[in-house]
């Protein structure tokens, strides 16, 4: 029973990019719609935290720290969010999961970005 699916990861240099998908699948088309969908990173040793958001009317929000550099948006018809990671650092290394905001569903199995010379 996969609710979320998280993909796109990998290992990176710093300056890199990657494109992160995320797919609901089982998400009816109209309980997506309305929702605000968020992608949360856990980096290790650290706690989850909410990094970017895109509420019904793809309106937007950022932590500061990825400001400028990530970009998310959705896909309301194939029930999808992205997120794009550009000018990736080190810092950003974590898992990263998208989920409802606030959080609604059983998390997926996020996606492990690494930023690495």
């Known amino acids: 029973q996969v609710h979320l699916v998280e993909s796109g990861g990998g290992l990176v240099q710093p300056g890199g990019s990657l494109r992160l998908s995320c797919a609901a699948p089982?998400?009816?088309?109209?309980?997506?719609?309305?929702?605000?969908m968020g992608w949360y990173r856990q980096a290790p040793g650290k706690e989850r935290e909410l990094i970017a958001r895109i509420d019904s009317n793809r309106k937007t929000d950022y932590v500061e720290s990825v400001k400028g550099r990530f970009t998310v948006s959705r896909d309301n018809a194939n029930k999808k969010v992205y997120l794009q990671l550009n000018d990736l650092q080190p810092e950003d290394t974590a898992v990263y999961y998208c989920?409802?905001?606030?959080?609604?569903?059983?998390w997926g199995q996020g996606t492990q970005v690494t930023v690495s010379s």
């Open positions: 089982r998400m009816i088309t109209s309980v997506f719609n309305p929702e605000t």
């Open positions: 989920n409802t905001v606030p959080v609604k569903r059983p």
